[in-house]
């Protein structure tokens, strides 16, 4: 199932050998030298090198760096958090004034519709129990009646 082993010999690569290439050196030609007339003329320096060589030349002032903008007190973060929490405070004040609003407009027309059903039911009450008053219609006693030949004269 397996072939037996055989021995074998690495491949023979090809191999290339880059040689580096010199570099001609470019010609530097100096720039033209352009006269300007200083506001005022600087302090010559001289200093002296450990090793005795002297070197003169203008003083340079320092190079100041760029001035770094104020740290605010509180970091954006800790605004952004207070502001988020002050949004969130509002937001469930909000819904909790809304709903005792709602909770008192449902008081409000639950007892305006008890009243109404108060009222009606009174009217119909009055009409009910009432005994005398002004009545529709012809009321007939029966008793008095006098029944004859299918005529009824009262």
């Not at 600087?42 to 060589?53: E, I, K, M, T, Y």
């Not at 469930?92 to 639950?110: D, E, H, N, R």
């Amino acid at each position: 199932m397996y072939p037996e082993h055989t021995p074998r010999v690495p491949a023979q690569r090809a191999v290339q050998v880059h040689q580096p290439t010199s570099i001609t050196p470019a010609t530097v030609v100096p720039a033209p030298m352009v006269t300007m007339q200083p506001s005022s003329v600087p302090a010559v320096a001289s200093v002296v090198l450990p090793d005795g060589r002297i070197v003169t030349g203008y003083a340079v002032s320092a190079l100041q760096p760029d001035p770094v903008a104020a740290k605010p007190l509180v970091s954006r973060t800790a605004v952004n958090v207070a502001l988020g929490g002050v949004g969130f405070l509002a937001v469930a004040g909000g819904l909790l004034l809304l709903t005792t609003f709602i909770t008192a407009l449902t008081v409000l027309v639950t007892q305006l519709v008890i009243l109404a059903a108060v009222i009606f039911g009174g009217v119909i009450a009055v009409q009910v129990f009432t005994g005398s008053g002004r009545r529709n219609g012809t009321t007939v006693s029966i008793r008095k009646a006098v029944f004859k030949r299918n005529h009824f004269h009262g």
